[in-house]
Nanobody, 136 residues
Framework: EVQLVESGGGSAQAGGSLRLSCTVS????????LGWYRHRQTPGNECELV?????????YYADSVKNRFTISIGNAKNTVYLQMGSLKPEDTAVYYC????????????????????????????WGKGTLVTISS
């Protein structure tokens, strides 16, 4: 059974930093992709792929987080991190860890709310999400 368990969410002030972690089990990272989505309920109920990383180290970042967020993989290749810096109130969202054999940046840069998690193309597995709240 594949499990993705996020941690590290919480509250921070604008301009501050947070690091999200996701422990992945039951999924082989070789030839695959790990990443992070976020769902911002306000304004506009926006949902997007924040970043992903391929097993060969290639990365994708949404324009909204470029030069502020960094994705990385732990040495054991079973943990994916999202280091978030220069945080803004608009970074407030539920962040979801994802895993897939497909590059979700090709077909799944946007998502939409589902019953218990977002829905998009190209994602095989989802974590339950962790809330990040940034105050001004």
């Amino acid at each position: 059974e594949v499990q993705l368990v996020e941690s590290g969410g919480g509250s921070a002030q604008a301009g501050g930093s947070l690091r999200l972690s996701c422990t992945v089990s039951g999924f082989s990272f070789d030839g695959s992709y790990l990443g992070w989505y976020r769902h911002r309920q306000t304004p506009g109920n926006e949902c997007e792929l924040v970043s992903n990383i391929a097993s060969d180290g290639r990365t994708y970042y949404a324009d909204s987080v470029k030069n502020r967020f960094t994705i990385s993989i732990g040495n054991a290749k079973n943990t994916v991190y999202l280091q978030m810096g220069s945080l803004k109130p608009e970074d407030t969202a539920v962040y979801y860890c994802v895993a897939s054999k497909e590059n979700m940046a090709v077909r799944g840069r946007t998502c939409w709310p589902g019953i218990d998690r977002p829905v998009t193309f190209g994602v095989d597995y989802w974590g339950k999400g962790t809330l990040v709240t940034i105050s001004s």
